[in-house]
């Protein structure tokens, strides 16, 4: 049976801005979910998406560069924590949440990840490159925090106005 696609919330929703909680406890209901946020994901389509982009406040991430190309890169990570980085880059990013904007955001270019997997097996990881900055994209996401509040104040007032006047045409 295929996992049920989900609606991504955008911009402006107040889910996007809570901080998630931690998932206590491994079981069906999270396996469902990680299957249907991956599902969500390669038909958007997209390489990475946290579970408050689709309603729930959880610590929670699935990362697919191959966008579904190859099963072997379906990355499920559950309470992802950074404990180490080293350098910056900074990069455009562009967000399922954010449709039509690319922005620039300055990243750790390498990153010590601790989280969960799927089978409930630890992962600790070393990530560079485009992966690093799509998980650190996907970790922002579950503290509320969007590429638009990574711009500079001038520049995220702007981009909030047009949004707004987006949503009161209907067009967000
Ligand atoms: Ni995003």
Redesign the pocket.
Known sequence: MEPETLKICKYGDDVLKEKAAEVREMGQRIVDLAAAMAQTMHQAP?I???AP?VGESLRLITVDLSVGENAGELLVVINPLILETEGHETSE??????PGYSLPVKRSARILLQGILLDGRELRAEFDGLLARVLQ??I??LDGM??VDRQSSLKRSLIRKEINQKRKSGEW
């Open positions: 997209g990475g998406l946290a982009q990013e562009g967000c399922l949440s954010v994209h996907e922002d996401h969007l590429i």
